[in-house]
């Protein structure tokens, strides 16, 4: 039979180790949403390398018919209209560091999320639907001098990919982004609430 | 904002341990438990400036880690307790000894207390002074003494069951 000062000597025995220093700590809760801000960077950085690409075939070579330069234009004002939209939406959770206002910071955050939404959902559309018009556009001169085959090949790959892109991708990106920012917002606020009790 | 800083670094260092303690005694487990001290200090952090003096900052942050550790277990919705401090003797064989298990039996009772009883008893394991556990807890000190008193009979009731079986 134990009293309860064997079991107080018991539990100031069982040393326990803080493995976390106060800078490791602040830099970690930093990370969380750095990585939000990492994606989102690495999104439009994605968008400017499709962008160059794209202005590079316009640039470098040369192509006769209208259509070919029409297409390539619709195209690079999609990636480009696209691109800026990603941007403004970086520029709301990079506009505030969480450690510092934290209340800014989960209202910018949740402006973001809804955001994020509109635009995997209805400006994807419309994104998708300028993109494969410039395609249809850019394929007229483009495939002109090719075997049937490979006409049909290069047509049906371009619409399969964007279909994955539409379907599958997109719910899987749009459902993994809403998922890491709702566990976010979900501590944020956990911390928040927990502090206005005190 | 180095003052702050520097200032922070002294709070943690002299708190951080039993803050961790303290989480640790609530989930039994070492990754929630630092979780809830990560939290914790952030919160502190953020705060800092609105801190008066009005009482101890160590009471102030026992505040803050008592509420964390409530709602962080109630959102979470965290594993059963019972699973997570038998961890504690599973995950590390390598440190079993008679000290080892009967660390994981103490954690084992602890978790067996209501959340908030689990709370003081570890303030009282850790020797804070009732009239700062009644301050953290928002208890009066009357109040607190005498459920101390029912808190330790009973965490020594259910320390005994357990090292019976």
Redesign the interface.
């Known amino acids: 039979?134990?009293?309860?000062d064997h079991?107080?000597s018991?539990?100031?025995?069982?040393s326990?180790e803080?493995?976390?220093?106060?800078?490791e700590?602040?830099v970690?809760?930093k990370k969380e949403v750095n990585g939000v801000r990492t994606r989102s960077l690495l999104n439009i950085l994605g968008m400017l390398l499709s962008f160059t690409a794209i202005a590079a075939l316009l640039v470098f070579f040369p192509f006769n018919s209208w259509t070919t330069l029409a297409g390539l234009g619709v195209i690079i004002v999609s990636i480009a209209v696209y691109t800026i939209i990603l941007y403004l939406d970086y520029r709301i959770i990079a506009r505030n560091d969480f450690?510092e206002h934290?209340n800014a910071f989960l209202s910018n955050l949740k402006i973001y999320q809804l955001n994020k939404f509109n635009l995997y959902n209805r400006l994807y559309w419309i994104y998708a639907i300028a993109l494969s018009f410039g395609f249809i556009l850019y394929f007229y001169e483009m495939l002109d001098n090719m075997e049937l085959w490979i006409q049909i090949s290069i047509v049906a790959f371009t619409i399969f990919w964007m279909f994955l892109c539409a379907t599958i991708l997109r719910k899987a990106y749009m459902k993994r982004e809403k998922e890491r920012i709702d566990l976010l917002i979900?501590?944020f606020e956990?911390?928040s609430?927990?502090?206005k009790?005190? | 904002m180095e003052k702050k800083d520097q200032l922070?670094?002294q709070i943690?260092?002299t708190n951080?341990?039993k803050i961790?303690?303290l989480c640790?005694?609530y989930t039994g487990d070492e990754d929630s438990?630092?979780d809830l001290?990560?939290?914790t200090?952030?919160?502190v952090?953020?705060?800092l400036d609105k801190f008066r003096n009005k009482s101890l900052i160590s009471t102030?942050i026992y505040?803050?880690a008592v509420?964390?550790c409530l709602?962080?277990l109630r959102?979470e919705k965290r594993q059963a307790k019972d699973e997570l401090t038998e961890n504690i003797i599973e995950n590390r064989p390598e440190e079993f000894s008679e000290?080892n298990e009967?660390?994981a039996l103490?954690y084992k009772s602890i978790a067996k207390l209501e959340e908030n009883d689990r709370l003081i008893i570890t303030m009282?394991?850790?020797e804070l002074p009732y009239h700062e556990i009644a301050e953290i807890s928002g208890i009066s000190e009357g109040n607190l003494r005498v459920k101390i008193h029912r808190i330790?009979q009973k965490?020594?009731e259910l320390?005994?069951q357990h090292?019976r079986i």
């Open positions: 039979m134990q009293e309860f079991i107080q018991l539990w100031q025995s069982h326990v803080v493995k976390i220093s106060s800078e700590m602040l970690q809760a450690t934290p979900e501590k956990r911390i609430e927990q502090f009790e005190q | 922070f670094k943690f260092d951080s341990k961790f303690h640790y005694g438990a630092n001290l990560q939290e200090f952030l919160k952090w953020q705060n102030w505040r803050i509420n964390t709602t962080y959102s000290k009967q660390v103490l009282v394991l850790d330790k965490l020594t320390y005994n090292a």
